[in-house]
């Protein structure tokens, strides 16, 4: 016999998947190794807040003692916020995680994962993980990219994190089969940048636009994600020249203090808000609310299913 999944899914969440309204999964290590507490826990709580202001329910979703969460009451996600030494699961580790009564943060990849197994087809993220710079050498690639190739959900982010090599991240995600879409724009956003110096590969002006698009895909039985790249609000965008310094400065940093593997992407980040003076934090957490507002509305679009 299979071992049954030991899946816990909130009840306002399952209330909503019964009856088909809205549902937006949410990653959980943005606010494990993302970023530092308390600014974690209210970004977490601010996000959730915005989906049921657009009519969605929001599902948080992470593996707390040994059971995956789809969904997290506000006591859950703020003992989280706060948990000392857990995990960063993705594909490779989210079972053992579940076997080995492990908590931890779920990435893109592994959130995907599990959202589709729970029925949600939309997720909001701050940035994707992606090809690293100098991946040639270091070989270092998210496995973001992979399950996005391979999982039917629909990722809003930011565009993938700057700190990555954005052009081969691009080059990656049309070898596997996965549409980047900017949102509004001709140009692909870059994380805390709304312009990266690339353009968007493909563009869509509308949560409906978006939602026809996938349900297309489904109908050609293609499978797979797709990458929504919404840009930070103006207001809010740190442009790419300014963050260039920072960014380099944080590489070089945790190259000479030999960073490597899963720690990489939080390593930088930390460094980077530090080089900011936290301009890069309240950045992402903005960039997060924004992301949050457009998948509640591709959800509803998703849900009402008019074409
Ligand atoms: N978006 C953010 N902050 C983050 C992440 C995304 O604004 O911390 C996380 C996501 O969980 C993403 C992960 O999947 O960083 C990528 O890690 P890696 O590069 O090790 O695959
Ligand atoms: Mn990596």
């Given at each position: 016999m299979p071992l049954a999944v030991p899946l816990d899914i909130h009840p306002p969440v399952a209330d909503a998947l019964s009856t088909g309204?809205?549902?937006?999964?949410?990653?959980?290590?943005?606010?494990?190794?993302?970023?530092?507490?308390?600014?974690?826990?209210?970004?977490?709580?601010?996000v959730e807040a915005i989906i049921v202001e657009e009519g969605a329910t929001p599902a948080t979703i992470a593996v707390i003692d040994g059971r995956l969460k789809i969904g997290l009451s506000p006591a859950e996600r703020?003992?989280?916020a706060q948990r000392d030494g857990a995990m960063?699961?993705?594909?490779a580790d989210l079972a053992f995680a579940l076997a080995e009564g492990r908590s931890g943060g779920t990435t893109?990849?592994?959130?995907?994962?599990?959202?589709?197994?729970?029925?949600?087809?939309?997720?909001a993220t701050g940035g994707i993980g992606g090809v690293h710079r100098g991946a040639e050498t270091s070989f270092d690639i998210s496995a973001d990219l992979d399950?996005?190739?391979?999982?039917?959900?629909?990722?809003?982010?930011?565009?993938?994190?700057?700190?990555?090599?954005?052009?081969?991240?691009?080059?990656v995600l049309e070898t596997r089969g996965?549409?980047?879409?900017?949102?509004?724009?001709?140009?692909?956003?870059?994380?805390?940048?709304?312009?990266?110096?690339?353009?968007?590969?493909l563009r869509l002006d509308t949560p409906e636009a978006i939602a026809r698009f996938q349900r297309m895909r489904a109908a050609l039985g293609i499978g797979g994600g797709v990458l929504v790249a919404n840009p930070v609000p103006e207001a809010d965008e740190i442009p790419a020249d300014e963050m260039a310094g920072f960014i380099a400065r944080?590489?070089?940093d945790a190259e000479a203090a030999g960073i490597t593997g899963k720690a990489v992407t939080p390593g930088l980040l930390s460094r980077i808000?530090?080089?900011?003076?936290?301009?890069?934090?309240?950045?992402?957490?903005?960039?997060?609310?924004?992301?949050a507002r457009l998948a509640a509305r591709i959800a509803s679009a998703l849900a009402a299913r008019k074409d």
């Open positions: 309204r809205p549902v937006v999964a949410l990653e959980s290590t943005i606010i494990t190794h993302g970023m530092p507490w308390p600014q974690n826990e209210d970004m977490a709580a601010a703020q003992a989280l960063k699961l993705s594909r893109v990849a592994a959130t995907m994962l599990a959202a589709h197994l729970a029925g949600i087809a939309v997720f399950e996005l190739a391979r999982t039917p959900v629909i990722v809003v982010s930011a565009g993938p994190k700057a700190i990555l090599d954005i052009a081969k991240t691009l080059e996965v549409p980047v879409v900017g949102y509004g724009t001709d140009a692909m956003p870059a994380f805390w940048s709304r312009e990266s110096g690339l353009a968007a590969p944080a590489q070089a808000l530090e080089l900011t003076e936290g301009r890069s934090l309240a950045t992402n957490i903005a960039l997060v609310k924004n992301n």
